[in-house]
């Protein structure tokens, strides 16, 4: 996966921080010898929000998760077209950038902004709010968190339509909601609509 890769970090979550501040487009790749083992995994930004993530056999929140705690790894990243206006710093000023962030205080990593996103109440009532994101970006990518005959399965017995499955067997944690879109030939607030339908019977699942 990583063919020119000759710059280590400490902590890769540091470089994932810095990359999402900046508001940067492209593909981070990261590889990790642990446990007499070789581990590779991507991350994927748009505009600064993680919109996938994969590692080994895990995906999306999990590849993310997992990836946020490697230690002394190899990176590189790859900006999009979006981004190729915006001077990229070699990687040894992006470490540099990092380092910073880390002495300042503000090196913590942003949690995965999910469709479902979390607010603390007062802290004496130490309950969580959860509040529905009820728009998407274009760009956002869903995944699937079922595999398919299970996911079906369910769709079939809560009498979902047609175009539920259908939509349901076209993401493939690539495709956007705008490749959507054009796929089944459906307007945005329809398609989010759907989406929003087989998220609540968790068989997809967004990272930004």
């Not at 079922?146 to 939509?167: P, T, V, Y």
Request: glycine share 4%; proline share 4%; aromatic share 6%.
């Amino acid at each position: 996966m990583l063919d020119r890769v000759t710059t280590t970090i400490d902590s890769l979550a540091k470089i994932i921080q810095t990359l999402s501040s900046g508001g940067m487009s492209g593909r981070l790749l990261a590889r990790r010898e642990h446990d007499m083992r070789l581990e590779e995994g991507e991350i994927f930004f748009t505009k600064g929000k993680i919109v996938d993530a994969k590692a080994a056999y895990r995906v999306g929140v999990e590849a993310l998760d997992w990836m946020r705690t490697w230690q002394d790894c190899a990176f590189s990243f790859h900006p999009s077209k979006e981004s190729q206006h915006i001077p990229i710093l070699p990687p040894t000023v992006l470490i540099d950038a990092a380092n910073a962030r880390s002495t300042t205080g503000f090196n913590q990593a942003s949690p995965v902004k999910k469709p479902l996103g979390v607010r603390r109440q007062k802290p004496d009532t130490l309950k969580l709010v959860v509040v529905l994101q009820e728009t998407l970006l274009p760009e956002a990518v869903p995944y699937r968190t079922q595999a398919a005959d299970k996911a079906l399965q369910l769709l079939k017995e809560e009498a979902c339509s047609r175009i539920h499955r259908h939509i349901f067997l076209l993401v493939d944690g690539h495709r956007s909601v705008s490749d959507l879109m054009r796929l089944i030939g459906r307007d945005k607030d329809e398609v989010v609509k759907l989406l929003r339908d087989l998220e609540k019977l968790d068989i997809i699942h967004f990272l930004n």
